[in-house]
């Protein structure tokens, strides 16, 4: 509950603030395991992920950690890990935008270091050919299912124009757009994202209803109309192509199927028993 209610009201606040949770879990997992070293500051001895390509200047959420710790600590000292709690935030900021509830297994315990060197080779690109995707995920004991269930977490939230302009105005080196992007996408992103290059922070919707945590990712891949790359490649490689359209008309399937899946990630390199620690401030160890 106190969890929720921390959830809830950072949500309120911010409605952003949903996908930026379920990205801080992802972000989590893929680098050496769910174990919160993505939270950890830099110190002297320790550069940590925070400040990594993938995650400087774009991933949020640490302070609604932050909060979730402090109270769950006057409450229940050193008994809920900061891993167990962004799992947890996670599942509440899918389930608070009309998402799937699934039960979170708990138990792990924190890391005692974080490693800036691994986030910038493990955390999947939205540059990256889809095969480099699915490797990067293979490494994790995710298959290619996972890959097209979990990027449809892509339902909910926004990227900056950084990550996809380069489809807009010169694709490869052509000096034209990406010529599979849907006519009236296109030129509602060229306004949103106009050349300058002062428009890279500028935020597009990741699909059409990007508040609400629902199917409407995948039609939007089947209409030429995935911001991403990295998505648009799922509706054209042979591999993921019938998952894609079986998850945009079986809405139901992906519902199901999505909740599955973050289990299984959020299992990926977990610390338990008497090893890591549960720290006291997410932001350092004990």
């Known amino acids: 509950m106190i969890v929720q209610y921390n959830v809830w009201n ?4 911010d409605p952003r603030m949903a996908a930026s949770l379920l990205r801080l879990h992802f972000h989590d997992c893929f680098v050496d395991g769910c174990e919160a070293s993505v939270l950890l500051d830099d110190t002297t001895d320790m550069k940590g992920e925070k400040h990594a390509g993938p ?4 991933l949020r959420g640490y302070e609604v950690i932050d909060a979730i710790k402090a109270d769950l600590e006057r409450f229940c000292p050193s008994t809920v890990s900061c891993a167990d709690i962004v799992a947890l935030a996670a ?29 910038n080779e493990q955390l999947p690109s939205p540059f990256e050919p889809l095969d480099n995707i699915i490797t990067k995920f293979a490494s994790k004991g995710l298959d290619v299912k996972e890959v097209v269930v979990l990027s449809g977490g892509h339902t909910i939230g926004s990227a900056q124009c950084f990550t996809f302009k380069r489809r807009l105005f010169d694709f490869n080196g052509s000096g034209k757009p990406d010529p599979t992007l849907d006519a009236s996408f296109l030129t509602n992103l060229q306004t949103t994202c106009p050349k300058p290059d002062g428009s890279n922070s500028n935020l597009a919707p990741l699909d059409a209803t990007n508040k609400r945590f629902d199917g409407i990712y995948y039609s939007a891949l089947l209409n ?32 199901n199927d999505f909740g599955t899946s973050m289990v299984k990630m959020g299992s ?19």
Do not use: H
């Not at 990926?268 to 004990?286: A, E, L, W, Y």
């Open 10 to 13: 950072a949500i309120q606040n």
């Open 55 to 58: 995650n400087n200047n774009s």
């Open 91 to 119: 599942r509440d900021a899918v389930t608070m935008s009309g998402g799937p509830f699934w039960a979170v297994p708990l138990g792990r315990r924190d890391g005692l270091t974080a490693r800036e060197k691994s986030a």
């Open 224 to 255: 030429n109309s995935g911001l991403l790359e990295s998505d648009q490649a799922l509706a054209v490689d042979r591999r993921t192509a019938p998952m894609v359209y079986n998850y945009a008309n079986n809405p139901d399937s992906f519902w």
């Open 268 to 286: 990926v390199g977990v610390i338990t028993g008497g090893n890591g620690q549960i720290r006291r401030k997410c932001g350092s160890v004990n």
